[in-house]
């Protein structure tokens, strides 16, 4: 793991963030050289040719290249004429970086599209499920650690302990996954759904606490967790009718489409700002399992 102070995340959400600002909005000159002051030799320093990046990221790399040309970026200096000229070149782009974020929107809503597809079978079937709805995430001390790689690869291992259904993921029946990059602070985290027989388990603020220690052990300590399973929180979404997580009856019409629309919050193409700018090659940022067919009871376990 790199133990680098520069927070990868949290830097390359602040250049799509300045991109961004530079192309959709009025331009502050002075904020934006500041800005290319203060985060183009941390982010040069970082850049690793081995991951893929978001339109708006290679488009920052290309404009400030055509600017700088051999100059080691620790010699550059953003005065006003190569500010004036990163505003111009930068520009140039607004229509690829478009062109991205409306693929990203239509495949979020094709995600949307069979996911609601996916946890309505489960609904279907079975006459009662458990719905449980946690955040992993890292702690604001050690995210500076934790890199795109390492994201991964303990995304990787909680997918595997979620396949084989044992501990605390014993009679799972359904799951589904979002990974996303937080607008403010590039915080890598994931939206993780869990969906129980609700004739084997019953204790679904047990449970999410469970799944969170989990997480805190698979990344060594790193990770942290938010459960939406507190008691008081839960009955605040009831007295409004919109609980969708716990125990969810399928003869409760209410239950049903509130669950659904607590899932469905996992693909929001309305949620453009918050998608991964970093990634591995082949690297997914989301999944569900698999429904297999109306007639589930008997055959192998369902695998993501």
């Known amino acids: 793991m790199s133990h680098s102070l520069i ?5 390359i959400a602040n250049i799509d963030r300045l991109v961004r ?4 909005s009025p331009v502050n000159f002075d904020d934006i050289k500041n800005r290319l002051n203060a985060l183009y030799f941390p982010f040069m320093e970082t850049l690793n040719p081995d991951l893929f990046y978001s ?3 290679d488009s920052f790399v290309y404009s400030t290249d055509a600017i700088v040309g051999d100059l080691y970026p620790s010699d550059v200096i953003w005065d006003h004429g190569k500010t004036q000229q990163f505003v111009n070149n930068i520009a140039c782009y607004k229509q690829d970086i478009e062109t991205e974020d409306n693929a990203w929107r239509y495949q979020e809503s094709q995600n949307r599209q069979n996911f609601e597809s996916y946890v309505r079978s489960l609904l279907s079937h079975y006459s009662r499920l458990l719905f449980v709805r946690i955040d992993l995430k890292y702690s604001q001390e050690s995210s500076h650690t934790v890199t795109i790689e390492d994201f991964n690869h303990h995304m990787s291992k909680l997918r595997e302990l979620i396949g084989n259904k044992k501990t605390c993921f014993e009679h799972l029946q359904g799951n589904a996954w979002a990974l996303e990059q937080g607008y403010e602070n590039g915080g890598l985290h994931c939206h993780l759904l869990l969906i129980y027989d609700g004739s084997e388990r019953q204790s679904d603020w047990h449970i999410a606490k469970e799944v969170g220690e989990k997480w805190k052990e698979i990344t060594a300590g790193l990770g942290k967790y938010y459960s939406y399973h507190d008691p008081e ?3 605040r979404y009831e ?3 919109k609980l969708g997580i716990g125990m969810i009856h399928r003869d409760n019409s209410q239950q049903v489409e509130n669950a659904i629309c607590t899932a469905l919050y996992l693909t929001k193409p309305d949620k453009v700002g918050q998608h991964l700018k970093v990634w591995l ?3 997914r940022t989301f999944g569900h399992g698999i429904y297999r067919t109306a007639k589930r009871r008997g055959l ?4 993501n």
């Open 281 to 283: 090659p082949s690297m």
């Open 239 to 241: 007295r409004y009718g």
């Open 233 to 235: 929180r839960k009955q």
């Open 21 to 24: 600002d530079t192309i959709f």
């Open 300 to 303: 192998p376990p369902i695998t």
């Open 55 to 57: 339109q708006t990221i």
């Open 7 to 11: 927070n990868q995340s949290h830097l």
